[in-house]
């Protein structure tokens, strides 16, 4: 059942139009998750879900139901502002029990749930305190607590977790996906973070200026990014892309060559497919390899040590690239190394930057 | 529109204030086109004749310049005043100073006029009379042309300030500290701090305050009144002053209705200048 | 029951005897008046400028709310009666004259209230001209009689301030008068310029009333004769008044002769006696003595006249009723207790004069030659013309600002005339 | 506010002397009337003027026995009703203004200033010819509607000025937990932004009890005012500086009561922690 | 050379003791990141470093001068704020310049230096545009521009990249890591980011409740955190900790078992240490294994795609364990699997939670 919907939803603020044909849909319980970059309208787009922006034109729709005038607070949505929005003068409880109060609810049954959801954020010795009394992480828990207390139909959540710390993020995570599994509500939620995105999304959807580019799976963006803009949007670091001319071509079979490296061999999906311009190689299928044995030769720019795992940067013909190597992988700036791919998950993108299937794949 | 809160929430506004100010200024309107002197029978209509005779009397020049002057000199000594006590107190918790600042306030006009006015008196005043003479400050403020329009502004400013006061602390409280720590650590002093972040971002609350100063000073009468009568000669008669006596003294209604509608349209112009500049996008 | 509003100036003066000293509670005598004719009283007060306002809306909307007004002596009779805001008294003190008797009263306050013949209001409180001086100043000073020309009280008015100048008395004035702008300093400038021309030398030739203006198409003329008044009133002001005098109202006269600050309050002496009473200088209390105003060149004294009248409002829902109360309050039996509680050497009946209420108080002499100023008065020494209140206004701003030094005298008659010649023929007068 | 690092004593010393001068100047005139007001009538005006004295209290008595209670009450009801319905007329389209854009806010911001441009001298006749018209001449609420276009406009300027510091965020926290327009109003912008009701509440207050003109001119008997009664007494044929001041004195007293009450809600700092 | 140097600071709000007593040092030129929970005083102490904030007691050096007096305008210092405190009313041009603007510079060059410096952060377009106008993220990036521009001599950082998506997030740290090797000025940073403080640290405080728990370059808390919190706190997801027993004991030689464990076999310090009470494993030094080849069996509850692994949440009789796995590996929740550790890279606790070397290790 689609519980949400939106339909070729257009946005201007001004002359500019923010918002550019947006549909999409949204199952009964589904967990959708919209990225893109900063000021590509991911925020714009859940408030006119929220009823608190009118769409310039197109129609949202509840269910059956044609919602693009329904009042917000007729929507029964739960929301939780990139700005927190918490309510200054009223102490965390009252905070988040408001539309608890709004509906009536008795002042000790308000407290009971709001102590629930406290205890469940961590906040039930916060209870009292007024939000400028909080830390920024504190505020954004409230504003959590505020949406979960009064089950909405659906959530929408605007970058919940942008200001807490990595321990608790991953712990609010695992709780709002907790929390769907159980109230199995709709819930749209917009994040910068990707592992947030990949983790918690039954659908990503990824924008970009105001125009949705792919959405899916998270494993289908992240596996077949449709393009060269995905392929780099999703994936911390990011994708290796370089540069290829195709030397020779025999049907759908072609041998790539890039700036300073040996032959890459690839198979097109048809002979009519046009030749590759660029490779895309991820970093953790990307190695440093000893000498001779790697596609290409760089020398390392720095080596960033995660604890459990080492990005080496390096600098070669082709570019820079990024490879993700084991956290033992001793590795010093200037030294000169051999990188090579695991062609078999490599990325191929025509001269639009579109992709080509990759048939060694699979 | 009839489903959009906001016309709902503006009506009540728009119906009480249209009945009491649509209606005067209507009414207005036609008595500055009447020929309406009490002392003669008949009231009349008579074209421009009352703006023709305002725009030919003396009285009406002075008075334009007094009403500039005062309103220039006590505005800027106001603001600065109420700033300067905005922010001297910003930070101070006590409420002590704050309410005494706030004190004239509670006095009417007419009793401040008066009280000026008997303390400055030459001959019986506090300190036209004992403290000024003391202090080796021989003149007679009251009586003394400019010395009077002197006089009407310290009491005016004694009176009216602590209003702008309060606009201007409530505003200043409003103002984020990060501003204030953001433009510390770059450097600024004290006065660089004032320009760059607090009047900024008072701006619209200092056009307010200011707008509404305009008028006030514009409307004061009776603090005036009481103080010089507009004297000696005309040298405090500023046009709300020559307006009532147009009208109550000398009873030319359409006169005075004349007067009033000049001031109305000259202050309506400007404010709306003003308007444009300041508050358009504040 | 009828009830009826009146409007008058200065609680706790008018009437003390029938609303208390206070203005607010009435006495046994009013409540009688009250039971005895089914009517209810109802008084306000307020400051003079502010109730002429008030009564000139009420009239002017003719909303009738006031019954009966109170009337300064400054045109306001003349202006309002043209106006048709007022009640002409004809009719009812013929049909009625058990309740006022017009000529129990001195006749020059009722002259002061006819326009053209016919009587619109009644006086309760009126005065002439004279001055108050402190008689142990005069004497320190060698000054043994008051003046009786301008000419001797200039000499006076030297005397007085190089005798305080020797013995370096800063501040004690030769002279009190007032000279704040509007009305106020025309009262005795007026009463300067009749003394010095001998007419009130307003217009060519002196006429006094709209039609004699009319008829003559005289111009107003502040050069000629008018100038002389003027100047020596400003000069007075200047030389012997008070520093702050070009801003001195009637209360800052009081003040200062009650505070033994002024050697002389003149012409409208009445202002000092209202001083005296109250006043906890010793000097002033035992010293102050009554003088007739000097005269002028043109053999006529100094002028000063005032009447507080009431009359009945046009608009009134209750004429009749309303005529009875003001006879009531300008009958003599309410006037004799006036005196009483004032105390002030003044009435408008010559019988109180005489009586015992006064005598009593005050030496004989004294009170004859207040007296006097009374038939000595002429209650037009300005011209009675509607734009009487307009041309005092700018007349007394004229004098304020050639006391203060904001203009020259020249400059400030300069423009008196022109705004007085374009004026008069607004008005419609030279047509 | 806990003080930066480093401030410099001099700008605290600065900061005192302008402050010591700056209350001197403002709270002199007002010693000098309480001083007045328990002299005798001659004693106020004496020069030099006299420091130590006995004390008369009897301007204060006469305040009771002469009436002027009744202009007390009077001026409280009409401060009162004004400020009551400038804050029933004046918060909701405050509110309305601050969450408006473009032309119309503009419009009518404008028109709400314009409101106050005309002269009153001016607008004193077709004011009384207005209330005659509707029979409320001399009654309270004919001044505290008239004063209503002194300070409703003043009051929605000084509101709209606040409110838009208020973050639409909330209204819209507030509108998705289900409540109304009003219930925004009330449960959400009016607790932030008491303080500024409050102040708003006394400056209201404090210009209705103090105007003079308005209250003069459309009252006579029944409703007096304060202004109007100490303007009354202070003129022709008397003059009584000790019972004006005791008079002015107490008029102080309602005015400071009321400002003492609603400045209890002027809690600064209460705007903080709404947003990051 | 030191060039930030606190002494013992502390600071109280009310009666709340925020910092309790904190010393540290910052060498010239070092890049020191401060992480810890919310709300444990990261942002006070900067804002005390940056002398907006008074210690209660306790001093601060710059180079070898006392600066604890000295008032923050004097401390050329840049800071990036975690609210922005951009000026509402100039435009991002001025924003960035007001410094300059205080220091007299003429505008032109002002404009020069506003124009180099958004270009650098993808400004350059919005140079006239008014904070009000800006997403989230562009914000953040003028307030990092505005403490870019005035080459302080000290940079502070609160947070400044936790509005910005992945993608940029990644570009503005490399970025403010090149800056950093460029000027060489020291810098502090307090982030919730562990890629971020792993990768721009050259030193880590790890702060909690308002005290320094551990100090030193990433990979030495990484690698050998001082006690269970700091091995906790740091790596994402966090470290598993298993309670432990010592079935026998052989001098250094320990035998540990845990619920329905077979025995690990650890060697401790000396013969003296405590029995081991806790034992800690990184998910990456986890696997699942084949049936018998592991340490526990347990049930798969969830399996997160990140794309570039996979994390098998497990249900085992010693608690929750993740996995961190390759991104091909297969699970599906309800499996029953066997759990495997790398005893090599294993972290022991005493009863207190302070590590005890594991001399397995190394
Ligand atoms: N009220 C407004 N007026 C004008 N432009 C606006 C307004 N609100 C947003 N924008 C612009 O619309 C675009 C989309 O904004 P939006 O807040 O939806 O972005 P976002 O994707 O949420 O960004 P971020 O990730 O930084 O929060 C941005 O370019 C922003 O500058
Ligand atoms: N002005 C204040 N008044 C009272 N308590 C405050 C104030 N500012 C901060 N606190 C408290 O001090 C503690 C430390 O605050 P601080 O802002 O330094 O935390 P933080 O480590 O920066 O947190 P976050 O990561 O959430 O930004 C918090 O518990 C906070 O509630
Ligand atoms: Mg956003
Ligand atoms: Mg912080």
Not at chain 1, 46 to 58: F, N, Q, T, V, Y
Not at chain 1, 329 to 357: E, P
Request: proline share 6%; glycine share 8%.
């Amino acid at each position: 059942m689609v519980a949400i919907r939106l339909q070729d939803i257009r946005k201007s603020y001004g002359p500019v139009e923010v918002i550019k044909g947006v549909s999409f849909e949204a199952e009964q319980g589904e967990f959708v998750v919209f990225v893109g970059p900063s000021g590509c309208g991911k925020s714009t787009i859940l408030r006119m879900i929220a009823g608190l922006e009118k769409p310039d034109s197109g129609e949202i729709y509840f269910g059956d139901d044609r919602y693009t005038d329904v009042p917000p607070g007729k929507r029964e949505i739960g929301m939780v502002f990139q700005s927190y929005a918490l309510y200054p003068h009223m102490s965390v409880a009252d905070n988040m029990t408001v539309s608890l109060r709004l509906a009536g609810v008795p002042k000790t049954d308000r407290r009971k749930r709001a102590v629930e959801v406290a205890r469940m954020l961590k906040l039930d010795e916060l209870l009292d305190r007024k939000p400028a009394e909080l830390s920024g992480g504190q505020r954004q828990r409230v504003a959590i607590g505020r949406a979960i207390v009064r089950d909405p139909k659906a959530f929408l959540f605007d970058e919940p977790l942008s200001n807490l710390d990595a321990a608790l993020r991953v712990e609010t995570r695992l709780e709002i996906s907790r929390l769907h599994q159980q109230i199995n509500t709709t819930m749209i939620y917009v994040t910068h973070d990707q592992t947030e995105a990949m983790t918690m999304a039954d659908r990503i959807v990824l924008l970009d200026a105001g125009q949705v580019v792919q959405q899916g799976t998270p494993l289908e963006l992240y596996r077949n990014p449709a393009n060269l803009f995905v392929a780099t949007f999703l994936g911390s670091p990011k994708m290796n892309v370089l540069d290829v001319a195709a030397v020779s071509r025999d049907g759908t079979t072609a041998q790539l060559t890039m700036a300073g490296a040996s032959h890459v061999s690839v198979t097109l999906p048809s002979p009519e497919t046009a030749d590759p311009k660029s490779i895309g190689v991820r970093p953790e299928d990307t190695r440093i390899v000893p000498e001779g044995e790697g596609v290409l030769s760089g020398t390392i720019i720095s080596a960033e040590h995660l604890g459990s795992e080492v990005l080496v940067h390096t600098e070669t013909a082709a570019g820079q690239i990024i490879a993700k190597m084991p956290p033992d992988f001793s590795a010093h700036a200037g030294d000169t190394v051999w990188v090579g791919f695991n062609v078999a998950r490599a990325h191929l993108f025509d001269a639009d930057g579109l992709t080509i299937n990759n048939h060694a794949r699979q | 529109m009839l489903r959009d809160w906001r016309f709902w929430f503006f009506l009540p506004t728009l119906l009480a204030l249209g009945i009491v100010v649509l209606f005067p200024t209507g009414y207005l309107l036609w008595m500055s086109l009447a020929h309406w002197i009490i002392t003669e029978p008949g009231v009349y209509f008579d074209g421009l004749a009352n703006f023709r005779t305002l725009f030919r009397s003396a009285s009406f020049y002075d008075s334009a310049r007094v009403t500039a002057l005062y309103l220039f000199f006590s505005t800027v000594i106001m603001m600065v005043f109420a700033m300067l006590m905005a922010l001297a107190l910003q930070h101070s918790r006590s409420g002590i100073l704050r309410s005494a600042i706030v004190l004239p306030l509670v006095i009417p006009p007419v009793v401040a006029g008066f009280t000026w006015r008997f303390l400055l008196n030459g001959e019986i005043g506090f300190l036209g009379a004992w403290l000024f003479p003391m202090v080796g400050l021989d003149v007679n403020m009251l009586s003394n042309p400019s010395g009077a329009l002197v006089s009407v502004i310290i009491a005016d400013v004694w009176s009216r300030t602590p209003f702008m006061f309060l606009i201007f602390l409530a505003a200043l409280q409003g103002i984020p500290r990060d501003y204030y720590e953001a433009v510390r650590l770059d450097g600024a002093t004290a006065v660089q701090e004032f320009f760059t972040v607090t009047l900024p971002l008072m701006r619209s609350a200092v056009a307010v305050a200011l707008l509404f100063r305009v008028v006030d000073a514009i409307n004061t009468f009776e603090l005036i009144y009481v103080m010089t009568k507009g004297g000696p000669g005309r040298a405090t008669q500023t046009l709300s002053l020559l307006g009532w006596k147009t009208a109550f003294q000398n009873y030319d209604l359409g006169g005075a209705a004349a007067l009033g509608v000049v001031m109305l349209v000259v202050t309506t112009i400007s404010a709306g200048i003003m308007f444009a500049r300041f508050m358009r996008k504040a | 029951q009828t009830e009826i509003n009146v409007v008058g100036f200065g609680a706790g003066f008018a009437w003390a005897d029938l609303f208390g000293a206070t203005g607010a509670e009435k006495t046994q005598k009013l409540l009688d008046f009250e039971k005895e004719h089914d009517i209810v009283v109802n008084m306000e007060f307020a400051d003079e400028d502010v109730a002429r306002q008030k009564v000139l809306l009420d009239l002017v909307n003719g909303t009738g709310d006031y019954d009966l007004v109170m009337l300064g002596s400054d045109g306001a009779v003349q202006t309002f009666s043209a106006a048709g805001y007022l009640e002409a008294l004809g009719p009812y003190l013929e049909t009625a004259p058990d309740l006022f008797d017009p000529a129990k009263v001195y006749p020059p306050f009722l002259e002061a209230n006819t326009v053209a013949g016919e009587l619109y209001a009644l006086p309760y409180y009126s005065f002439g001209a004279g001055a108050v001086y402190r008689k142990d100043l005069f004497d320190k000073y060698g000054i043994s009689e008051f003046p009786k020309t301008t000419e001797e009280m200039a000499t006076a008015l030297q005397t007085l301030k190089d005798g305080f100048a020797a013995d370096g008395i800063t501040d004690v004035y030769p002279l009190t008068m007032r000279g704040a702008p509007g009305e106020e300093p025309s009262l005795d400038l007026n009463g300067f310029v009749y003394a010095y021309a001998g007419y009130p030398a307003w217009f060519e030739g002196g006429p006094t009333t709209p039609e004699e203006i009319k008829a003559s198409k005289a111009q107003p003329i502040f050069t000629g004769d008018f100038k002389e008044g003027f100047s020596t009133f400003v000069n007075w002001s200047r030389e012997y008044g008070p520093p702050g005098i070009a801003g001195h109202t009637w209360v800052d006269m009081m003040n200062l002769y009650a505070q033994g600050k002024a050697a002389i309050l003149f012409p409208s002496a009445i202002n000092a006696f209202a001083g005296i009473p109250s006043s906890e200088v010793p000097e002033v209390k035992e010293f102050s003595a009554f003088a007739p105003s000097p005269a002028g060149p043109s053999g006529k004294v100094v002028q000063s006249f005032w009447t507080f009248s009431v009359g009945v409002s046009a608009f009134s829902k209750n004429k009749q009723e309303a005529y009875e109360v003001l006879a009531f309050l300008t009958s003599e039996d309410v006037m004799r207790d006036f005196a009483e509680v004032i105390g002030w050497p003044y009435t408008t009946y010559p019988s109180i004069m005489h009586s015992p209420t006064l005598t009593d108080k005050w030496p004989t002499e004294m009170l004859d030659q207040i007296e006097a100023s009374f038939y000595d008065a002429d209650p037009h020494y300005f011209p009675y013309i509607p734009e009487l209140t307009e041309f005092m206004d700018h007349i007394g701003t004229a004098a304020s600002s050639a006391i203060s030094g904001a203009q020259t005298i020249d400059e400030a008659l300069d423009e008196l005339q022109s705004w007085a010649t374009e004026r008069m023929d607004r008005a419609g007068y030279y047509k | 506010m806990s003080g930066y690092a480093g401030q410099s004593i001099w700008k605290s010393l600065g900061r005192a002397a302008f402050l010591s001068v700056a209350v001197s100047f403002v709270l002199f005139p007002i010693l000098w009337l309480a001083l007045g007001s328990v002299k005798t009538r001659n004693g106020a005006l004496a020069v030099p003027p006299e420091f130590i004295f006995q004390p008369d209290f009897t301007a204060y008595t006469r305040i009771f026995t002469q009436g002027f209670l009744g202009s007390f009450q009077t001026s409280l009801t009409i401060a009162l009703t004004n400020v009551v319905l400038t804050m029933v007329l004046g918060v909701p389209a405050a509110y309305a203004l601050t969450r408006m854009t473009g032309k119309v806010q503009e419009n009518l911001s404008f028109w709400l200033l314009s409101v106050r441009m005309a002269p009153l001298f001016a607008v004193i006749i077709p004011l009384y010819v207005l209330f005659r018209g509707i029979g409320l001449l001399d009654t309270p609420i004919a001044v505290a509607l008239a004063h209503l276009t002194l300070t409703l406009p003043m009051a929605i300027w000084m509101l709209v000025t606040y409110f838009r510091s208020i973050p639409i965020d909330l209204d819209q926290a507030a509108l998705l937990d289900g409540a109304t327009r009003l219930q925004v109003l009330w449960i959400v912008i009016l607790p932030i932004a008491r303080p500024m009701l409050a102040s708003v509440g006394i400056i209201v207050f404090i210009f209705s009890w103090n105007e003079f003109l308005l209250a003069f001119i459309l009252t006579s008997r029944d409703a007096q005012t304060v202004p109007v009664a100490v303007a009354s007494m202070a003129g022709t044929m008397s003059f009584d500086w000790p019972l004006i001041a005791a008079v002015s004195i107490v008029s102080m007293i309602p005015a400071l009561l009321f400002v003492g009450v609603a400045q209890r809600h002027i809690v600064s700092g209460l705007g903080a922690g709404a947003v990051k």
